[in-house]
T-cell receptor, first 114, second 112 residues
Framework: KAGVTQTPRYLIKTRGQQVTLSCSPISGHRSVSWYQQTPGQGLQFLFEYFSETQRNKGNFPGRFSGRQFSNSRSEMNVSTLELGDSALYLC?????????????FGAGSRLTVL | GEDVEQSLFLSVREGDSSVINCTYTDSSSTYLYWYKQEPGAGLQLLTYIFSNMDMKQDQRLTVLLNKKDKHLSLRIADTQTGDSAIYFCAEDLSYNTDKLIFGTGTRLQVFP
């Protein structure tokens, strides 16, 4: 069974540009969540999608957005990039049952903003 | 409030036991988790414990939960060099959501 696939793995952008990151969940997983990891702030929750609907959003500015498609694949977009947006962006998928939230993470997309 | 704290570093000799500690502030957690992150990789779930349990053992891993003190620990027996990684504890605040609050991470270094 393939894991969570994130593309691209590495990218470099300049301030003011925008970026789109993609995440393909494990087959059968309908819930996808995104996290930002930085040395200063650690791991912070961005948003969560289930059946194409955003269920939860973290405390990030409106420049951060996302969506989920009918095949459960998800994308996140960051517009008007700032230096502080340099981070590892992690996507996770789950079955979202009534028990423990067992998240399977992808390897991440490392974004560098110059 | 949502705040999860861990010590930054832990260094142990190969073959010894490692104990990684975590404190959290929100008492409404349903489950608490331990994740491992190796260089250049995402997070890998190691184990989790239901908030009504005190202890859970899974092979070399033992999780202890003191809900009164809001303290969680992960003990790794017979620590190996392959255990060198960053370890994160995390809590969820409700069922039916994938939003986890992660700790600051503890870098475990195992030396021969």
């Amino acid at each position: 069974k393939a894991g969570v696939t994130q593309t691209p793995r590495y990218l470099i952008k300049t301030r003011g540009q925008q970026v789109t990151l993609s995440c393909s969940p494990i087959s059968g997983h309908r819930s996808v969540s995104w996290y930002q990891q930085t040395p200063g702030q650690g791991l912070q929750f961005l948003f969560e999608y289930f059946s194409e609907t955003q269920r939860n959003k973290g405390n990030f500015p409106g420049r951060f957005s996302g969506r989920q498609f009918s095949n459960s694949r998800s994308e996140m977009n960051v517009s008007t990039l700032e230096l502080g947006d340099s981070a590892l962006y992690l996507c996770a998928s789950s079955l979202l049952g009534s028990g423990a939230n067992v998240l399977t993470f992808g390897a991440g997309s490392r974004l560098t903003v110059l | 409030g949502e705040d999860v704290e861990q010590s930054l570093f832990l260094s142990v000799r190969e073959g010894d036991s490692s104990v990684i500690n975590c404190t959290y502030t929100d008492s409404s957690s349903t489950y608490l988790y331990w994740y491992k992150q190796e260089p250049g990789a995402g997070l890998q779930l190691l184990t989790y414990i239901f908030s009504n349990m005190d202890m859970k053992q899974d092979q070399r891993l033992t999780v202890l939960l003191n809900k009164k003190d809001k303290h969680l620990s992960l003990r790794i027996a017979d620590t190996q060099t392959g255990d060198s990684a960053i370890y994160f504890c995390a809590e969820d605040l409700s069922y039916n959501t994938d939003k986890l609050i992660f700790g600051t991470g503890t870098r475990l270094q195992v030396f021969p």
